[in-house]
């Protein structure tokens, strides 16, 4: 799968659900429809197949692959290209905070808008442009692009990210943040 459709297929499941995102894979073979499972199937192992485990719950990842920071802790391989990864810390009411460090990858054909920078020179927003998508940005800053959705929000779907809009990825530590407020660009 290229970088392009595995970006695509993020920021459609990201927004729309991984029903959605399946039915747009399942759209892109020969076949027409999407099969189901019928209430009288089981589980079962292929025939002659190694029987199924216990569990079908991923395992979690655990040791080099996992960060601590201010014990938040989360993965510490970025998306896409990215060594690292960031992520915003968000409770129910209080300041959002970055955990780990932004690095900017380049412009992306879904991520090719403005940055701009703290009086440190540091990352702080990003202007969504046309054709961007959520989890594309997040592979450009090396940050998960789910908080980045919630602490701007633009999550769950209906509240999508829309051209002009500009995201914060640095949140100040002294502004107060709730999931009631509505998006509102920062204050320049």
Same mark, same amino acid.
């Given at each position: 799968?290229?970088?392009?459709?595995?970006?695509?297929?993020?920021?459609?499941?990201?927004?729309?659900?991984?029903?959605?995102?399946?039915?747009?894979?399942?759209?892109?073979?020969?076949?027409?429809?999407?099969?189901?499972?019928?209430?009288?199937?089981?589980?079962?192992?292929?025939?002659?197949?190694?029987?199924?485990?216990? *569990?079908?719950?991923? &395992?979690? +990842?655990? !040791?080099? #692959?996992? $960060?601590?920071?201010?014990?938040?802790?989360?993965?510490?391989? /970025?998306?896409?290209?990215?060594?690292?990864?960031?992520?915003?810390?968000?409770?129910?009411?209080?300041?959002?905070?970055?955990?780990?460090?932004?690095?900017?990858?380049?412009? *992306?054909?879904?991520? &090719?808008? +403005?940055? !701009?920078? #703290?009086? $440190?020179?540091?990352?702080?927003?990003?202007?969504?442009?046309? /054709?961007?998508?959520?989890?594309?940005?997040?592979?450009?800053?090396?940050?998960?692009?789910?908080?980045?959705?919630?602490?701007?929000?633009?999550?769950?779907?209906?509240?999508?990210?829309?051209?002009?809009?500009?995201?914060?990825?640095?949140?100040?530590?002294?502004?107060?943040?709730?999931?009631?407020?509505?998006?509102?660009?920062?204050?320049?």
């Amino acid at each position: 799968m290229s970088r392009v459709t595995r970006i695509a297929v993020r920021a459609v499941a990201g927004t729309a659900g991984v029903g959605l995102a399946i039915s747009l894979i399942a759209g892109c073979s020969a076949s027409s429809g999407m099969l189901t499972a019928s209430p009288d199937e089981t589980d079962a192992a292929p025939a002659g197949g190694p029987p199924l485990t216990e *569990s079908t719950t991923p &395992s979690q +990842p655990s !040791g080099a #692959d996992l $960060q601590t920071i201010e014990g938040h802790t989360f993965s510490a391989i /970025g998306p896409g290209d990215c060594a690292t990864n960031a992520m915003i810390a968000i409770e129910r009411e209080g300041p959002g905070k970055l955990l780990g460090e932004l690095t900017d990858m380049g412009t *992306s054909g879904y991520a &090719s808008g +403005p940055v !701009g920078y #703290d009086e $440190q020179g540091k990352i702080e927003t990003y202007t969504v442009q046309p /054709g961007d998508a959520l989890a594309a940005i997040g592979e450009r800053f090396c940050i998960d692009y789910i908080t980045v959705g919630v602490y701007n929000h633009r999550t769950p779907p209906g509240k999508t990210i829309q051209p002009g809009d500009i995201l914060v990825l640095r949140p100040d530590p002294t502004v107060t943040w709730s999931p009631d407020d509505e998006y509102a660009p920062p204050a320049p």
